[in-house]
């Protein structure tokens, strides 16, 4: 791990375990460098990460301050936040169009496909176990671990066409009874996807980094399904204090949250954005990611990894489900993220990001 990245570590634990508690002003650069034997540049890299996150402020002229605060329900900020949510959306919707330049080129794509079948041969025609093949589970295993500090067990791990197909599975696992909620105003589909269901999403207005404190804490629903990272079409980003909120609310309530990452890998921040499935300790998290963001989208492919406590759940009312991502697919999704050309190519169009971030 690189030096501002430990740094980054070391701050975020001291804020998150209240040694340095809401309100207070962190050392100077100056001073924290001289303390950690780094460099200032090194110190600016990790306070602009853990400003980016949420877990601090900048203020002019006077340094930076802490600005988590897990303990809070934010109630009191319920109408200026949902004026802001509302201000993003009024001024336009964000676009989440994959462009051109940020697909896996068609090249690289097709010579992946042409050595599959050299090396595989007949053996992409067997049938695919129910979950997705096991080198592909494997793959986004231990990707996870590697880029995303996510711990999933292979067995845990379920491939679908498609994110909506995984939306339904979810449904079929979790049942029809349950009371569901989710962002509003979010992708249109996922409100058409609970319809074709028969489920009725509660609609919970967003504020500024989040789903309003009120409406969060007042609502009956056992579910909540959100979208931490650019929220679409609001563009709404959860904070640090947001999503440590809704973890509690997931353990006070008992309830389960369905996370749709949908891309925040293409973050242009210096490290990758911080899942509630990482963050969890409570096992009461499912993560929903899909390639086709991330590959292109001619690939119908995407992935989730279901918490423990709802191992045996998805196993009774899904396991029974034939994969639809064809095996073909699949193995070339795995050589892919294997030989890696998937993760050479989510740091591309990070970089890109960046210098497009500068530019503006």
């Known amino acids: 791990m690189t030096r501002y990245l430990e740094l980054y570590e070391n701050v975020k634990r001291k804020i998150v375990d209240g040694i340095y508690p809401f309100g207070t002003k962190l050392p100077s650069k100056r001073v924290t460098a001289e303390e950690n034997g780094v460099s200032v540049i090194t110190v600016e890299h990790a306070y602009e990460l853990l400003q980016e996150e949420g877990y601090i402020a900048a203020r002019e002229k006077s340094g930076y301050f802490v600005t988590y605060r897990e303990s809070d329900s934010f109630e009191t900020a319920g109408k200026k936040t949902s004026d802001s949510a509302k201000t993003i959306y009024k001024h336009g919707k964000i676009n989440t169009d994959v462009t051109h330049d940020e697909e896996i080129s068609f090249n690289l794509y097709a010579k992946t ?93 967003l504020g500024a980094d989040g789903i309003e404190s009120n409406l969060l804490w007042q609502t009956q629903a056992k579910v909540l399904h959100i979208t931490p990272y650019r929220s679409f079409p609001t563009g709404v980003t959860a904070s ?19 996370e749709d990452d949908f891309e925040s890998e293409f973050t242009p921040s210096r490290k990758a954005e911080e899942t509630l499935f990482s963050l969890d300790k409570n ?24 918490p423990k406590r709802l191992e045996e759940k998805f196993a009774e009312k899904t396991g029974f489900y034939a994969c639809t991502v064809p095996v073909l697919e699949q193995y070339i999704l795995t050589e892919l993220i294997e030989n890696g050309d998937f993760v050479r190519h989510i740091n591309r169009v990070r970089r890109k990001r960046r210098e497009e971030r500068k530019l503006r």
């Open 240 to 258: 640090a204090a947001k999503k440590a909120e809704y973890l509690r609310w997931s353990v006070e309530k008992k309830g389960i949250i369905i």
């Open 113 to 205: 496909a042409r050595k599959v079948l050299s090396e595989y041969g007949e053996e992409i025609t067997d049938r695919s176990p129910g979950y997705g093949c096991e080198c592909l589970r494997s793959a986004i295993a231990d990707y996870l671990y590697r880029c995303r500090g996510i711990k999933a067990d292979t067995e845990r791990i379920i491939v679908g066409a498609g994110a909506e197909y995984l939306y339904g599975l979810i449904i079929n696992a979790l049942g029809r009874r349950m009371k569901y909620a989710g962002e509003y105003p979010s992708y249109e589909k996922i409100y058409q996807i609970y319809d074709a269901e028969g489920v009725k999403l509660e609609r919970l207005s």
């Open 283 to 306: 096992d009461r998290v499912i993560y929903v990611n899909t390639f086709t963001r991330t590959v292109g989208p001619f690939i119908r492919a995407a992935y989730m990894v279901i």
